[in-house]
């Protein structure tokens, strides 16, 4: 997948895959406090939604086929008081369906950040969680959809 662009960034998962996985990638970064935006790319299979100090960046299914080489370029400019960036990723992956014009592949999210002196993607120093409050026992809904949601807020982590 392109190299050029995620230079600095692996695919990431859990080593415990479940057919309807939501799960949660971490990393909190210095930062130099100025305003210089953030540059993000990021790819994920088969949906993520990207948040940087608490903050709604971005979402998307730019599908995470490495055949296709897609990615999303997103820009984030923090806070002049800012000396650290708190970077979160939750994504989501099926398994065990056909959707619509996409191609089954396995989990993942790949991220590159740049910007403010910052150079960094996603690697194995970031934490990762399975997220407990999406049931995983739930129907398909067919080839144009994906599972059912059920999402239970008493079993989210907290913060």
């Not at 190299?3 to 309807?20: E, G």
């Not at 599908?63 to 994504?91: C, E, H, K, N």
């Amino acid at each position: 997948m392109n190299d050029a662009v995620f230079h600095n960034a692996r695919w990431i998962w859990t080593p415990d895959s479940r057919p309807n996985d939501y799960t949660v990638f971490v990393r909190t970064v210095p930062w130099s406090g100025s305003r210089e935006p953030l540059q993000a790319t990021i790819v994920a299979s088969s949906h993520y939604e990207l948040y940087i100090n608490g903050d709604f960046v971005g979402c998307g299914p730019v599908f995470g086929d490495p055949q296709w080489r897609l990615y999303d370029a997103l820009t984030y400019i923090p806070s002049s008081d800012t000396d650290s960036l708190q970077i979160i990723v939750v994504a989501h992956n099926s398994t065990g369906i056909s959707l619509l014009a996409q191609r089954t592949a396995p989990g993942g999210v790949r991220a590159s950040f740049s910007g403010g002196g910052a150079d960094f993607g996603t690697d194995t120093a970031w934490d990762c969680l399975s997220l407990p409050m999406w049931r995983q026992d739930v129907p398909k809904r067919g080839w144009a959809l994906d599972y059912c949601e059920d999402y239970d807020a008493r079993l989210a982590p907290p913060g």
